[in-house]
Every structure is written in C-alpha cells, then in structure tokens.
C-alpha cells in the first residue's frame, strides 16, 4: 500500500465515482513511484462494490484518459498497472504547493526519519530501529501473526538448508519475499500446523518431486501451492501431538532468531 499515491489521487485526480473508486483500489497496491500494482479484478471488484465488467470499463477510461498505463504482466497473466503522476504534482510537491499558497512556512515533510511503528524509544528519548525481521508483517492485505511469521522463516530457512538455495525472506524494500509469501499463506491456512509438520511435508516432497519439476529441484512454489501443500501434507501422516505444541512453541523463539539472521543475508 502506498500512502502517498493514495494521498496524489485524492487530491489531484480528475476523476469520480466508480473511476476514483478503482484508481485509489490500485493505489492502496502501488510502491511509492505509482507502480507495480497488480490486482486482480476479482478483488477491484470486490474493493469497489462493482462488477468485474464495470472494472474493466473503469480502467479502460483510466488509461484513455493517461491515468493509468500498463507495465506488463505477472507470471499468472494479470497486468500490472502504473498511476501515471502529474510531475509538478508528485507527493513531495504537495506539500510544497499548499504552504507556498498560505504566504510561505516551512514544508511539511513527505514522510517521517523515523516512523515510529518501526522503533521504539530507548532511554533519554533515543530512536532505536526495529529489526525489519521483527516489524508487523502483511500479506495480502492480511496482518500476519509474530508467530506465523516466525514459523515461515523457519521453515524457509530449512527449505533452503536442504536444497543449498540461498533465498531471502524479505525483499530490499523490507517487503516479504514471495517466498515467505507462499509458507505464510499455508500458515495463516492451517495456524495449527508447526515448524516440524512442515518441514516434513518440504521433505516429503524434495523425496518425491512433482512430474512437472522433470527432475529438478522443487522450488518453493512447487510445495506451498494451496493443492500441492495439502497432498503432500497428508501423504506425510504425522502431526505434532498436542502436548507437545506447547514445546515446539518454546523453541520457535531461538529457531526464528537463527533462521532470520542467515536469512537476512538472501535475496528477495
């Protein structure tokens, strides 16, 4: 989600109703330059209380009018969308704008050096950073538990042991890697599940590739696609014993710290 393309079609897109509806829904997708939005249209539809078909109507007007224009698309086929921003009207001009128009005063600024949700203060009012493998994690629009998060690096960090591959858990924007992405899913899927029941369900299927890795190694999308992680889940046949959750919870704490320190050295 971007705050400051919200903030630019707000105040400066010259468009309404459902139009205005479906550019801030592909805002609330954008990075911060306006893009890399792409969302499908189930879920434009489903943001602004419309049908699939006035969704695409909608963008049809958007990008005929050189509001929104068209990056590419994803691996699944679905386009990937750029809020196409007036330059003399770009968030760090905002701000400029309005206090040049009151008679002056300083600027505000377009973002924070510190955003508080990333630190916390430590004596004599000193900022202390929040590891970014410790800040609030969201995925797809859902907040993801500590302890999901934790499980997921684990797990990642094991795929990664058993495979020699050297991903990373977040990306250089301190976004979720798609990798962590895909685990995270299957968690938040089955919360019940931990870090030994999947690890076993990545063994099970490193031991048993798909047909369609053709004698590759499985990538991480391989084991955690919805379908593919429930028949190797259940091939496995093992869960953790419920008197032992309480156990496995303890030792996810020292697990995670050192799956997240050799994960921070990866890639996205």
């Not at 505000?108 to 050096?113: A, I, M, R, Y």
């Not at 990333?118 to 994690?137: C, I, N």
Request: net charge positive; hydrophobic share 35%.
């Amino acid at each position: 989600m971007s705050v400051v393309v919200s903030a630019w079609v707000w105040k400066f897109a010259p468009v309404k109703s459902g139009e205005l509806v479906v550019l801030l829904a592909l805002a609330d997708q954008a990075h911060d330059d306006g893009g890399g939005a792409y969302p499908s249209q189930e879920y434009l539809a489903e943001k602004s209380r419309m049908t699939e078909r006035q969704v695409r109507n909608c963008l049809s007007a958007l990008e005929q009018k050189g509001l929104i224009r068209k990056q590419g698309r994803t691996a699944k086929g679905i386009v990937v969308w750029q809020i196409v921003m007036d330059p003399e009207r770009t968030p760090g001009n905002m701000f400029r704008a309005e206090t040049d128009s009151q008679g002056g005063g300083n600027p505000l600024p377009t973002e924070p050096s510190v955003e508080p949700s990333e630190s916390h203060s430590a004596g004599a009012g000193a900022l202390v950073p929040v590891p970014a493998s410790r800040r609030p994690m969201t995925v797809d629009r859902q907040r993801v538990p500590d302890e999901i998060r934790d499980r997921a690096a684990a797990v990642l960090d094991y795929y990664n042991e058993k495979t020699g591959r050297k991903l990373g858990a977040l990306t250089a924007r301190g976004r979720p890697s798609e990798a962590l992405k895909r685990i995270v899913m299957r968690l938040l899927d089955r919360p019940d599940l931990q870090v030994d029941d999947v690890t076993r369900v990545v063994d099970n299927v490193l031991a048993n590739p798909p047909s369609w890795c053709e004698g590759a190694v499985p990538e991480v999308g391989d084991i955690f696609g919805p379908k593919a992680f429930e028949r190797a889940l259940n091939n496995t046949g093992q869960k953790t014993p419920k008197k032992a959750e309480d156990q496995a919870r303890e030792n996810l704490k020292a697990r995670a710290d050192a799956a997240w320190q050799r994960l921070m050295g990866g890639g996205a």
